[in-house]
């Protein structure tokens, strides 16, 4: 009987905290930092990641292994590169939009088309263009999540006061150039999600968004509508401590990058079987 009823506590403790797969692990003198990963849309067996800051400003392109196919040089600095994103075109966007201690007034958002890994490139690439969003002193926030939609960025706050992670709207068509930057615009919070947001991706569909921390992940979803003021928490799956700092769509399993490590996976089986608690529900 106690025999029984050890096994199902353990059973129940696995799953509550079932682990991330191990997929592949980087060159980590390549890419000792990952820290934004998003898969390419025409490309489905390769994936798009780069480092934090301090270091090389650089996009690679890797499998799901994590070998690097090739590293493609991009003609901005890599300030505080938090996480990457993809529209529907295919174009990337790269967004230096991390603020430690709130101290940077103007952050950007730099679209690239998305290079072909099988071709390497020998100068730098040029952004298509470059968005700029300014906040006020006693305002400005951190971000390390960024998804895109329908012409403009949604960031996720980072928060560590344990309130809910607000989203921010910077508009993207047209690019807000650096004498005129844009005003990011509240438009929601993230139901339950109390930890520092560290990465973030829509599915391709616009319908599903993921967002984890270094220790959990959840699922939303969007509604008919796609309104980002009423989201629908479906999953939240915790993970050993593993520094997780980005997440992105593979169909609909999750993949993620951590630093000095490489990729790991969450099995859609995974994530659609955990638990959601009951204080879900929709944004305020």
């Known amino acids: 009987m106690l025999l029984a009823l050890a096994l199902t506590s353990m059973l129940g403790l696995a799953a509550q905290a079932p682990t991330l797969e191990p997929l592949g692990r980087f060159d980590l003198k390549a890419i000792p930092e990952s820290s934004g990963i998003v898969k390419s849309r025409s490309r489905p067996d390769v994936f798009w990641v780069h480092n934090d800051s301090g270091n090389p400003a650089t996009l690679f392109a890797v499998d799901l292994r994590g070998r ?3 590293r493609f040089a991009i003609a901005v600095p890599n300030i505080d590169w938090e996480d990457l994103a993809i529209d529907d075109q295919g174009r990337l966007y790269i967004g230096d939009v991390g603020n430690n ?3 940077l007034a103007i952050r950007m958002i730099h679209q690239i088309a998305e290079p072909d890994p099988g071709k390497p490139s020998a100068v730098p690439i040029k952004p298509l263009s470059s968005s700029f969003y300014a906040m006020p002193r006693d305002a400005r926030f951190d971000a390390e999540a960024l998804v895109v939609d329908d012409g403009r960025a949604i960031l996720v706050a980072k928060r560590f006061d344990g309130r809910q992670a607000e989203l921010f709207e910077v508009p993207l068509t047209p690019p807000a150039p650096l004498l005129r930057p844009a005003k990011p615009r509240r438009i929601g919070v993230l139901p339950g999600f109390v930890e520092p947001a560290t990465g973030a991706d829509l ?5 599903l968004l993921a967002v984890c921390g270094n220790r959990v992940t959840r699922v939303y979803e969007r509604g008919d509508d796609r309104a980002w003021d009423s989201l629908r928490l479906l999953a939240e799956v915790f993970h050993e401590p593993l520094g997780t700092e980005g997440v992105a769509w593979d169909e609909m399993d ?4 951590s630093e000095g490590r490489g990729l790991d996976r969450i099995a859609e089986r995974t994530w659609r079987r955990a638990k959601v608690p009951a204080r879900t529900g929709k944004t305020r």
């Open 101 to 103: 201690g709130g101290l």
């Open 68 to 70: 690097i196919l090739n």
């Open 203 to 207: 599915s391709a569909d616009g319908r």
């Open 254 to 257: 999750l993949i993620h990058v």
